[in-house]
Each structure stands twice: as C-alpha cells, then as structure tokens.
C-alpha cells in the first residue's frame, strides 16, 4: 500500500495528489467482497473478471510494443510476444528483481 494515489481530473489541471491510509485500503477491500458477493448471488460479471482484466493487459501489452516500434499496434498481439520484455532490453534494465 503507497499511502497515496494521483489522479487527474477535468475540475484542475495537472496531478493531484491524494492521501490514503489503511482505512482507505479496508474499506476498498470490503466494497471489492461486497460486490463479488452480490455477483454471485444475483449473477452479472464483476469488475475485475478475467476477461475484463484481460483486455487491459491486452491494451498495456500493446502500448508497450507501440512504443518499441514507434507505430500504432492493435491488440492483442500474437501468442508469444513479449513487449515488456523486449521493451525493458531496448532501455537496458535488468527485469530480475530480488
């Protein structure tokens, strides 16, 4: 948890940034159980299903490649492809982390 978040909004230019303690963070993992309870019981898709969650992957995936070839790119991009990958060697750093 960062304590914070940024966002922009179309009432005040530029980032705002907002504090956030762990109440904050309580209370969103609370709405995130009520909402997957009410799912289902009552049936409709919840905000973070998989393939909801996949298309944005799908999408970042395909920013990355973009940049890396400096051309648009639609997604999803083909079985095997690596963007981040490719894009972190492009830049030289190392994706091992520990």
Not at 51 to 68: M, T, W
């Amino acid at each position: 948890m960062g304590g914070f978040f940024r966002k922009m909004t179309a009432e005040r230019p530029g980032w705002v940034t907002v504090e956030t303690g762990r109440e904050s963070w309580n209370a969103a993992t609370g709405r995130f159980i009520e909402e997957l309870v009410r799912v289902l019981v009552d049936g409709g898709t919840h905000r973070n299903a998989a393939a909801r969650s996949l298309q944005g992957f799908e999408v970042i995936q395909a920013i990355f490649k973009s940049v890396l070839d400096r051309d648009s790119v639609e997604p999803p991009l083909p079985a095997g492809a690596t963007p981040l990958e490719d894009l972190l060697a492009e830049f030289g750093v190392d994706p091992e982390v520990g």
